[in-house]
Structures are given as C-alpha cells and as structure tokens.
C-alpha cells in the first residue's frame, strides 16, 4: 500500500504537466500544446499495453498591450485595444510500448473570436472568427526508470512532430478594408489562425521527484524546432502602412516552454493542490530556418495554482496560470524598419492576465499488472 501511495502521488505531480501547456497568451502567437507527448499527466500511469484517453480545455482572453516590458494602459481607455477570446480542446491518447517507452497522439480543436479597430478601417469595431483542427502532433516518449519501480523519481525524454493540419489562411469578413469601404474577405491575424502550415520537431522532457509522503517535485520543458520560414498567407498589414511592407507574409515560429513546482497531495490521495511557475514564449529568431516574414515574438511568465481529484480510473485537474511578467520584444523586421527609417520601433502585443485549463483523464485498460493497480 505504501509503494501504491507513492506511485499515486508520483502520478498526480505529473498530472500537473497536463497543464503547462504552451498557450496563446493572445496576439502573440504561440500554439496551445504542451510537450510532444501530447497530454503528459497520463505518462505515469502509461505501463506496457495501458491506454489513456485524456482532454484539456483551455480559455482565455487577451487584451492588455505591452511595448517590450511596458504595458500602454491608453489602449484601454481610449478602446483601442485587440480583444482576443481563444477556446481549445485538445484530445489525446497515450499507449504504453514497455513499463519506459509509450506512444502519443493529439487532435486539438479551436475556436476563436477576435475584436479590433485598426483591422476595420480604424473607424469601427468588429470581430473576426476561426475555427476548426489546429495541427496534430504525434511523438514518443521514454521513462529513464521502470515507471513499476521508478517511485520515488523518474525523467522522461520525448521527441514528436508538429503535422501542418490546421488551416493556416483561416478567412473572415473584414469591414470598411475593400473597395469605397466595402466588406471584404481576409485570412484572420496570425494569432488566432488554427495552424502555422509548417512541420516541425519538438523535444521536451518530463520529471518527478518525490519529496516526502505528501510532498513532490514536477519540472517539464519542451522546445519546438519549425524549419518553415513564411507560409505564404498575407497579413494586410502592408495597407496599414508602406513601411510594413517586410510583414506582409506571416512567418512560421518556434516556440518553447519550462514549467516546475510543488504537489501536495490530501486524502490517500485522491485531492492535490500544487503551486508552480512557467516561463513561454515565441522567440525572436527561429534555432533553424529563416527570420523573414511577421511574428510577433514574445514571452510569459507565470504562478500557476492548480487542484487535482482522481477517482478510480478517472483524474480531473484544474489550473489557471495567472501573469506576473509580459514582453513583447524587437523582431526582425521591427529592426529592418528601424534601420530603413532611423526612427525607433517595437511593436506590441495584448496578452492575457490569466488561463484557464481543465484536464480530464481516463484510464481504458484495466489489468491485474497496470501500474495504477501494482500493490
């Protein structure tokens, strides 16, 4: 029973993982997925031959600009803000290969909504909408320990692809843009178009150590390798303005998270409160691959408290990840602008001031020898 206490307590550290998902902070353009191991939380308990079936919604809303580090508070009182409100559901499965290695698969779903002046002609606000499959990701992942012995700690290595599934020229009626200000139809802002149109290659790691009888460590991270330099989908922005004229194509990112902290579990334990950070973001130059093309590069940090009930075969899990540190940083072709006009320029991005993630996971085997059943 003692061993199957740890095991339990092990498990739910990493069902903190389930929500360190990389989220769309907004305007920045960063994809909603965590690690390539799809949804991780479920790893634990991934022994030879078990399959875990999980989901996690995601929400927020972005609408707080920063210029680098510094919010511009003008932009909501004179209501010129962007306002994006972003919903996903990513639906995963893991399969166990052996008691290390295990397969992952995800399909994530997204709606949404996106509000803006400067988009409508600077005179009116309207909101734009995508919706649909974002890109799927698949990956493998490989426990360093026997996840039957390992209680007490354990590090995972994952290696995946990012398939170019989601559309990535997502069209919406834009209002006073066209001819005499007409209506006209126009891919969505890079933000909340549901794919990138690139392939790419994820690395990441998970890891728990325990502590005490209650008390655990969880870290994961994961970095996104997206060779794809432009997709080829216009932006507009150029009719904003002839010095955007190196932005008009939308850029295909990488992107990057860590997360770490503490669980303590309650009530043998079926309740767990945990308490970590996170820092997230889309860098200003990609690791391989061209700079060219718009991206909004930026970067969060967060505290994320978390609550995790498991019952049975079933886990619940809630976060919400709330900012403490916001930065929208020069991009490339911020700095070309710069050059070119030897005026000072950095763009800016609304980010939100919280997330909200729900993660549910079901255990479909049920065998003497699953790990969840060892003791």
């Keep these: 029973m003692k061993n199957f206490t740890i095991i339990m307590i092990a498990f739910l550290a990493i069902s903190l993982i389930n929500n360190t998902n990389t989220n769309a902070q907004g305007c920045v353009a960063i994809r909603h997925f965590s690690t390539c191991s799809g949804n991780p939380n ?17 929400y927020f809303k972005s609408f707080r600009h ?3 580090t510094h919010e511009e508070p003008d932009r909501l009182a004179n209501n010129s803000e962007v306002i994006n409100k972003s919903h996903s559901l990513d639906i995963n499965l893991n399969y166990g290969l052996s008691n290390k290695a295990y397969l992952t698969a995800t399909l994530p779903f997204v709606y949404n909504d996106r509000s803006s002046l400067y988009e409508h ?10 919706k649909g499959l974002g890109d799927a ?13 390992a209680h007490s700690g354990n590090v995972s290595l994952n290696l995946g692809l990012k398939l170019p599934t989601g559309n990535y020229n997502a069209m919406s009626t834009f209002y006073n843009v066209g001819e005499n200000g007409s209506p006209e139809e126009r891919p969505v802002d890079q933000s909340i178009q549901p794919g990138d149109g690139g392939w790419a290659l994820t690395t990441g790691f998970l890891a728990f150590k325990q502590i005490g009888t209650r008390l655990s460590f969880y870290g994961s991270g994961f970095y996104m390798f997206n060779p794809k330099e432009t997709n080829g989908t216009r932006t507009y922005r150029e009719t904003l303005s002839p010095i955007l004229q190196n932005e ?11 997360a770490a902290g503490f669980n303590y579990s309650f009530f043998k334990p079926s309740l767990s409160l945990g308490l970590g950070g996170r820092f997230e973001g889309i860098p200003v130059k990609d690791v391989i691959g061209g700079d060219q093309g718009f991206r909004r590069p930026g970067m969060v940090g967060s505290v994320e408290p978390s609550l995790m009930y498991m019952k049975d075969r079933v886990m619940l899990s809630v976060s919400v990840p709330i900012a403490l540190y916001r930065n929208r940083p020069q991009s490339v072709t911020d700095l070309e602008t710069e050059i070119a006009t030897g005026n000072p320029r950095n763009g800016d991005a609304a980010f939100a001031d919280y997330l909200i993630n729900v993660g549910l996971s079901f255990n479909l085997t049920k065998r003497k020898n699953d790990l969840i059943d060892n003791q």
């Design 248 to 258: 008009a194509i939308m850029a295909a990112t990488d992107q990057y998270s860590i």
């Design 66 to 68: 920063f210029r680098g």
């Design 42 to 58: 479920a790893s634990m308990q991934t022994g030879k031959g078990v399959t875990i079936l999980s989901t996690n919604y995601r």
């Design 137 to 149: 990701r698949v990956g493998m992942g490989f426990w360093l320990k026997d996840v039957t012995s």
């Design 121 to 130: 002609g600077r005179t009116e606000r309207h909101n734009s909408y995508s």
